[in-house]
């Protein structure tokens, strides 16, 4: 019975989640489902998203901006990190997207995703 209990818990949690990040994404053009086709398949793509997402979460003015000017800072991610404007532009949905989830790491999304992060 407990089990049950919290895994219904669970679900809702999920599902207010989801809610929530969509709503959020919305503010960017963004759709959940868009987010699926996005994910980067090459290795050190993948590892390369996780760094500027890192990056822009280490910087609390990073952050503020992205959601201030619904865009990523391209020119300071392209000095700081030496990145390609083409990659930005090629994962800039994918990394915001990313970003806000990530953003809350005791989240039940970010639980859920961290591992295919890695």
Same mark, same amino acid.
């Given at each position: @019975?407990?089990?049950?209990?919290?895994?219904? /818990?669970?679900? %809702?949690? +999920?599902? /207010?989640e989801i809610l929530d990040l969509n709503n959020k994404l919305s503010i960017f053009g963004i759709s959940?489902?868009? +987010?699926?086709?996005?994910?980067?398949? %090459?290795? /050190?793509?993948? %590892?390369?998203?996780?760094?500027?997402?890192?990056?822009?979460l280490d910087d609390h003015s990073l952050i503020k901006y992205v959601y201030t000017n619904?865009?990523?800072?391209?020119?300071?991610?392209? /000095?700081?990190l030496k990145i390609k404007k083409s990659f930005l532009k090629?994962?800039?949905?994918?990394?915001?997207? @990313? +970003?806000i989830i990530m953003e809350n790491k005791s989240s039940l999304l970010y639980e859920f995703i961290k591992d295919g992060l890695n």
């Open positions: @019975m407990f089990i049950k209990k919290r895994k219904t /818990e669970i679900t %809702k949690s +999920l599902k /207010e959940i489902k868009s +987010l699926t086709s996005m994910n980067p398949l %090459k290795p /050190e793509d993948k %590892k390369l998203v996780i760094n500027i997402i890192n990056f822009i619904k865009k990523l800072p391209m020119n300071m991610l392209i /000095e700081s090629k994962n800039n949905d994918y990394i915001i997207g @990313m +970003l």
